[in-house]
Each structure stands twice: as structure tokens, then as C-alpha cells.
């Protein structure tokens, strides 16, 4: 299995509703006459998914581990995949991942002609033999568990949360990607992970320095991302305000509001900054140097 990545073959797929489809192994396991064979599948399953995270075959473990019900290592392992590609920096190649290997049915089926397998395989997967996105993958497992409630309350709070609340995080940045900066601003401030709307409140910026502490590190990892985007959007903002008011003479509100929102930003990052890394104040001053006359 480790050898071929056989793995949807030998072990199993998954239909789009989640339900198991039997692998080659699970078809034949009656030959070895084994008294639990369910357990000695699990195991096999278990350790050919680590093997599979071990090596960063992300896609691969996900479906092991799931045809194992360990739902909550898929969340896991899925969470941190979408950290580490949220982390890319903008501009640079994002993050691919390698697709599931295609199941193909073995010589024996093709002789028996089951037309039911061909029909199952192209509706199995979840699409895992071509998302190479780890916020597609996460979206389409997370979304998976949801519609399943005993399968979800499988799944441990704190992670379920990490994993929505990456996928909005990684929504900002393909927003700010696309140059959506007023919408990213909106949706950086739904997350209410950095003081955006702090209006100048010290106590608000050091309530949002100590929550920040309490963040599961794949979340917290990119806070630093997140404010680097944040700055860059109040830039870009009030670039658009500052040219809708030479045109309009429309009110200074907006413009001193995102004033006052950047400064609150970089006291937050004065706050956390032995929790960021080492380039995120070079990043948040690159970011925000168009404007920076008007801090």
C-alpha cells in the first residue's frame, strides 16, 4: 500500500455522502480468516494514515483516516494544512497539495464486469483525487461532518473551531489577493481577532492582545498575516477615501476612523510581538507606508 498509494483501491474510498466504499483488502479479508477482521482493518488503516501525514501526503491521510473514523485526526490534519497555506506570503506560488491517487478497479472486477463499481467510483472521493487546495479540502470535509451530527460531535470543539475559523481567515486572503480590500476589511473584522474598531480604547486592544493568547497555535501563527492584511487594507481605504473626498467633499468620519484603526493595529502588535515572528513589523510597515503621513 505504502509503495503503490493504492490506498482507494486496497482500503477504500469514499462516496460524496461520505458512506464507505470497500476496498480490495476489506473484499477479500475472509481468505485470511481472521477472528476480528474489522479491528485488523482499522489497524492497517491507522498506521498507513500516519505513514501517509508523516511523509505530507495530506490528501491521503485525510482519506485514511477517515475510512478509520479517527474524524477528528482529518480535522487535524486538514487545520494544519490550511495554516501552512495561509502562511505563504501573498504574491509568492500558494501552496498545492498532491491529489489523492485515482482508484482504478482491480483485474478481478474488470473480469466480472461490475458496472456498479464504475458507477460508485464516480461518485466516490469527494473530489479527493483532484483538489490539490487545502481550504477546498477543508471546506468540503468540514462541510462533510456538519450535515452528520453523531460524526461531528466526534470531532472536539476547539478543533471544529480552528477549522472554520482558518477557512475565514484564508477567505481574507484571497480577497486581499483580489484587491477586495473594503470587503476583507469587513471580514477581518467579523473574526474579531485583532482590534479593528477599538476607536482608540486602550482596554479593547489589551483585551484583544490577551485573547490572542488564548488561540490554538494553528490560528495564531497567522495573526501576524492578518495584521500585515489589515494594514494594507486602511492603506488602500484611505486611498479611496482621501480620493472620493478631493472629489466630493465627502466627510473626514471614515478616513479618521481608519486612522485611528491602524494606530490601534500596531499597539496590538506592540502587545503580542514577542508571539509574532520576527518579519511582521518590516511586513505591517511595508504594508502601511502609502499612508503612513497620516498616522
Given amino acids: 500500500m505504502l509503495e503503490t498509494r493504492e490506498f482507494a483501491l486496497l482500503l477504500g474510498d469514499i462516496r460524496a455522502d461520505g458512506t464507505r466504499i470497500d476496498g480490495a483488502i476489506q473484499q477479500r479479508v475472509k481468505l485470511i480468516n481472521l477472528q476480528d477482521q474489522d479491528d485488523f482493518l482499522r489497524t492497517l488503516t491507522i498506521q498507513a494514515a500516519a505513514v501517509a501525514d508523516d511523509s505530507g501526503r495530506i490528501t491521503d491521510a485525510v482519506l485514511l483516516y477517515h475510512l478509520a473514523e479517527e474524524y477528528d485526526n482529518v480535522i487535524v490534519i486538514i487545520s494544519r494544512a490550511l495554516s501552512d497555506a495561509i502562511a505563504v506570503d501573498l504574491g509568492q506560488e500558494q501552496m498545492r497539495l498532491q491529489p489523492l491517487k485515482p482508484r482504478q478497479p482491480d483485474s478481478q472486477q474488470q473480469q466480472q464486469g461490475q458496472q456498479q463499481q464504475l458507477q460508485q467510483q464516480d461518485q466516490s472521493s469527494l473530489s479527493l483525487t483532484s483538489v490539490d487546495d487545502p481550504a477546498t479540502l477543508a471546506s468540503n470535509m468540514l462541510s462533510l461532518y456538519e450535515k452528520n451530527g453523531l460524526t461531528y460531535r466526534r470531532i472536539r470543539t476547539g478543533n471544529r473551531e480552528a477549522c472554520a475559523m482558518l477557512l475565514r481567515i484564508s477567505r481574507v486572503k484571497e480577497l486581499v489577493a483580489n484587491s477586495q480590500f473594503h470587503t476583507a476589511l469587513n471580514t477581518i473584522d467579523s473574526l474579531d481577532m485583532v482590534p479593528l474598531h477599538a476607536g482608540g480604547n486602550i482596554s479593547l486592544v489589551r483585551s484583544a492582545a490577551q485573547a490572542f493568547a ?73 504594508a502601511g507606508q502609502e499612508g503612513a503621513t497620516g498616522l
Fill in 214 to 286: 488564548a488561540l490554538p497555535q494553528v490560528v495564531s501563527r497567522n495573526v501576524g498575516s492578518l495584521l500585515v492584511w489589515s494594514v494594507l487594507c486602511i492603506s488602500k481605504e484611505r486611498e479611496r477615501c482621501r480620493a472620493a473626498q478631493f472629489q466630493t467633499g465627502a466627510s473626514e468620519g471614515a478616513l479618521e476612523g481608519l486612522n485611528q484603526a491602524a494606530k490601534d493595529l500596531m499597539t496590538f502588535a506592540g502587545l503580542v510581538r514577542y508571539k509574532l515572528s520576527g518579519d511582521v513589523f518590516e511586513m505591517l510597515a511595508r
